[in-house]
């Protein structure tokens, strides 16, 4: 066994004539432990959180979105129809319309985005699997509604409500000014067939789902005008190949998107804050260890005899220093264990028995991962040695000369 090893190991367990060394050693391996403990927990916590999201974001996100580079609606030719029907990895694609509106209930109003679809638009995303009241749109209203449950709650108003409509406007487009009413806005009348919710406030409390017809009716575009092609992709791992395909294709004109690029500001929201988490339980690791510090140098002032016969009978200053390196890294290691042991089993009991609730019917969603226990061990590691390095640079020839 390496001879350094041998010494600190044997240093480490071994019981200190002063009992306050011992309880001090025992204190920064408690609290190394629980800074491990805390970390890996917080960042299952955000594992759990983005892929929550992720799976909301994926029933209601397409696959790729085709979009003009130029101006807000195109025309669906068949041209367009044609690469789509021919490129097998597309299992379905929805024409979309998508603008802001103003929607009116009685004397409650409230901004949002409605968003215009043909009857593939349920086959591309599980969005009505989200449907709590009410159905889809219904055949038997010339314009169907399904709103948000933000959106149900601002206006008052819930699917099938009997005497109740909701009231969608629109600005007309063009330039000049206008002398009425009727020149300035253009509205529809639309009852309300279902309320949806899919635990993302963007949608919940923004977007209102109308027929694809209603929305051409209400901005004025003709049969085949509207805003987007939304697609659906058979295998996830296909998407970038299929959207560069469609670029060769189309794009000259098109901007094709991938799910990932739809939901960047998502993803760069949560990373940030993953990130800025992380910096913040690596400050409070840092002070933890300085506890590591504190025994290391009190160790070095018990055992300076030792260092003195070690050096007589031919130990190096930097055999004698690395003791006390590797006594502190391993005293980092074995709160690492005891942490890293504890934070999986806490996961592993929150994914089973959801103890720890946000509301009555949400457990807080943790996920355990390789990475971030490769995150932990790594920090950890890290931390450890340059606490160890830093007390052991204590050590000089005068001290044990």
Not at 280 to 303: E, H, P, R, S, T
Request: glycine share 6%; hydrophobic share 45%.
């Amino acid at each position: 066994m390496n001879f350094s090893l041998y010494i600190a190991k044997r240093y480490l367990f071994s019981k200190n004539s002063n009992n306050a060394i011992n309880i001090i050693t025992f204190i920064a391996v408690f609290a190394v432990m629980v800074g491990t403990l805390a970390l890996f927990v917080v960042l299952s916590v955000f594992s759990g959180l983005k892929n929550m999201g992720e799976e909301s974001l994926n029933s209601t996100t397409p696959s790729i979105e085709i979009s003009p580079k130029k101006g807000k609606s195109f025309f669906f030719n068949d041209s367009i129809k044609s690469i789509l029907d021919t490129d097998s990895n597309i299992i379905t694609y929805s024409k979309i319309i998508e603008e802001k509106a103003f929607l009116k209930n009685n004397d409650k109003e409230v901004l949002a985005n409605f968003k215009a679809v043909d009857t593939n638009f349920s086959e591309l995303t599980s969005i009505r699997k989200n449907i709590f009241s009410g159905t889809w749109f219904d055949k038997r209203y010339e314009n169907s509604a399904v709103i948000g449950i933000g959106i149900s709650s601002e206006l008052s108003i819930s699917a099938f409500e009997y005497g109740k409509v909701m009231q969608i406007f629109v600005p007309k487009a063009g330039k000049g000014s206008v002398s009425s009413y009727q020149q300035a806005i253009s509205e529809i009348t639309a009852k309300v067939t279902g309320v949806f919710a899919v635990n993302n406030e963007e949608l919940d409390f923004n977007y209102v789902f109308i027929p694809l017809h209603s929305g051409q009716k209400l901005l004025g575009y003709k049969t085949n005008q509207i805003s987007a092609i939304e697609l659906l992709v058979k295998n996830p791992n296909l998407i970038s190949s299929v959207a560069e395909n469609l670029e060769n294709q189309i794009g000259e004109k098109f901007e094709i998107r991938t799910r990932d690029e739809l939901n960047a500001d998502y993803y760069r929201l949560i990373n940030s804050e993953r990130f800025i988490t992380y910096l913040i339980f690596c400050l409070i690791l840092i002070i933890a260890l300085f506890n590591v510090v504190g025994v290391i140098i009190m160790m070095i002032i018990d055992k300076k005899d030792n260092q003195k016969t070690l050096y007589n009978i031919g130990a190096s200053l930097k055999d004698i220093k690395k003791i006390f390196i590797l006594q502190g890294f391993l005293l980092s290691v074995l709160g690492l264990v005891f942490g890293l042991f504890l934070g999986i089993l806490f996961v592993i009991l929150q994914q089973k028995f959801e103890f720890i609730m946000i509301t009555q019917n949400l457990a807080y969603p943790v996920a355990l991962t390789f990475t971030n226990i490769a995150v932990v061990f790594i920090t950890i590691l890290a931390l450890g040695y340059i606490a160890s390095l830093i007390a052991s640079s204590r050590i000089s020839k005068q001290l044990i000369s």
